[in-house]
């Protein structure tokens, strides 16, 4: 018995349609093909499918997806819930995401592999019979941290979220340092249909280059001198659910084209074994790298790239976004009050204003790490601008010579020449590692010692 009511099918291809009906006969009871833009719409009338199956092109020798756009959002604006993947030519990757930038769900590529293609609309369809059931949920955030925001970037991100979440499709956050990238990596995963899965977590920057291998890919018994039993690696112990690679920028270059034949293949191999074992992962990766950076070929493989920003979002910096920072501060004022017992801490107008024009640099990290600062010392006054300890930031600020009198101590030392290299670079964690003559591990490792 089928599993869903009804699939449309808009392709010119008379042997696409051929070949998707026959894939899908049975997930649908009903299977409408379509080979002109034009009678979609009129097929839609008296019928809310579970999945539509959209191609990009119909003009002959059209290759810009325009006329697959323009019926995707007239679809859309007909019925704004509808289900729609759209279908590319072989590697047409840009057409895909201009295509879930327009709302699609999900895309497949022909020629197409039918387990694929089954996997992919069924579920696109499980997600149409979620929606029908129940309203959107608020996707929950780790640490008591949301993903707050309304400025016009941030409802564009939340926007994007929205739309990528329920696809497989893997996503690419960019962003500076404390911008918030593992919070829409988290939306993403409990948005989707893995939420019920694991959402496993990488941090790339804070493990030695010599242990990511194994960490990622796993090993067996005896691969290396320290091997004394097998061990499952990260990609594997995300199997059916999300792998989020944190700081992606950091991963060797030796190590990108062996991530690589896991997205294409679908399978990993641990270290020192002969026989691969196969995965199904949805992966999202994050780095504060710019995209110049990441389009050098010198320090990230372009196909590797082509294979993780199929969705692109960029967070941006506070600064970029103030109207969003009064929100930030009265959630962390309540947060960190509850955490230590402490009354609603009062915020003076004189402190709010400061706190709007402040420049940020560490972004939101910086300012949840100012407010928690402000509740613990403050006691009962009002919140005052010298609560927060607000410095001067931008390119200005230059590294200060190590003190030779009266204050040696090298902890305080230490300390204060790592917050000064990382505001003068803005919390670019790859340049200040850089001045300071440090790995970024090395760099991650004084920042959590110091609180920073």
């Not at 780790?142 to 991100?157: E, K």
């Not at 893995?194 to 920057?205: E, F, N, Q, Y």
């Amino acid at each position: 018995m089928a599993d869903f009511d009804c699939c449309i099918i808009v392709d010119d291809d008379e042997d696409i349609q051929i070949a998707a009906r026959l894939a899908l006969r049975g997930l649908f009871r009903e299977i409408v093909t379509l080979s002109s833009p034009d009678r979609a719409m009129a097929a839609m009338q008296g019928r809310s499918p579970d999945v539509i199956l959209l191609d990009a092109n119909f003009a002959r020798g059209a290759t810009d997806a325009q006329e697959g756009l323009a019926l995707l959002d007239q679809l859309l604006a007909a019925d704004p819930e509808a289900i729609i993947v759209m279908i590319t030519a072989h590697a047409g990757v840009n057409v895909a995401v201009d295509a879930m930038k327009h709302g699609a769900t999900d895309f497949v590529s022909k020629p197409w592999e039918n387990d694929r293609l089954v996997q992919t609309v069924r579920t696109a369809a499980a997600l149409r019979r979620s929606r029908r059931a129940a309203p959107p949920r608020e996707a929950p955030s780790p640490n008591g941290a949301p993903l707050i925001g309304s400025a016009p970037a941030m409802a564009r991100v939340h926007s994007l979220i929205a739309r990528a979440a329920p696809t497989d499709a893997n996503v690419l956050v960019l962003g500076e340092n404390g911008t918030g990238k593992e919070l829409v990596a988290r939306a993403l995963h409990d948005q989707s249909l893995r939420a019920a899965k694991p959402m496993v977590t990488v941090d790339l920057g804070a493990i030695a280059a010599e242990l990511i291998d194994s960490e990622l890919f796993g090993h067996v018994k005896g691969a290396f001198t320290d091997a004394r039993a097998d061990r499952i690696g990260r990609i594997q112990a995300a199997d059916g659910g999300t792998l989020f690679l944190d700081e992606i920028g950091n991963l060797p270059l030796h190590l990108q084209p062996k991530l690589l034949t896991v997205l294409e293949q679908r399978q990993v191999t641990p270290v020192g074994a002969n026989k691969a074992v196969p995965v199904d992962i949805r992966v999202i990766a994050a780095t504060n790298m710019t995209p110049t950076m990441l389009r050098d070929p010198r320090s990230f493989r372009q196909d590797l790239l082509f294979r993780l920003n199929t969705v692109e979002i960029d967070l941006p910096p506070l600064r970029d976004r103030r109207e969003d920072i009064p929100a930030l501060i009265d959630h962390y004022l309540a947060h960190y009050a509850t955490r230590y017992g402490r009354p609603s801490a009062a915020l003076s107008p004189e402190a709010r204003d400061a706190l709007v024009v402040y420049d940020w640099p560490g972004n939101v990290r910086a300012l949840r790490h100012a407010v928690e600062r402000a509740v613990i010392l403050a006691g009962d006054a009002p919140l005052a601008p010298d609560h927060f300890a607000l410095t001067p930031s931008g390119p200005t600020v230059l590294l200060s010579p190590v003190p030779t009198a009266p204050d040696l101590n090298l902890d305080r030392v230490e300390r204060r020449l790592v917050e000064e290299a990382l505001k003068k670079h803005g919390y670019n964690i790859s340049a200040a590692a850089h001045e300071l003559g440090v790995s970024r591990a090395a760099l991650y490792r004084r920042m959590e010692k110091h609180g920073l």
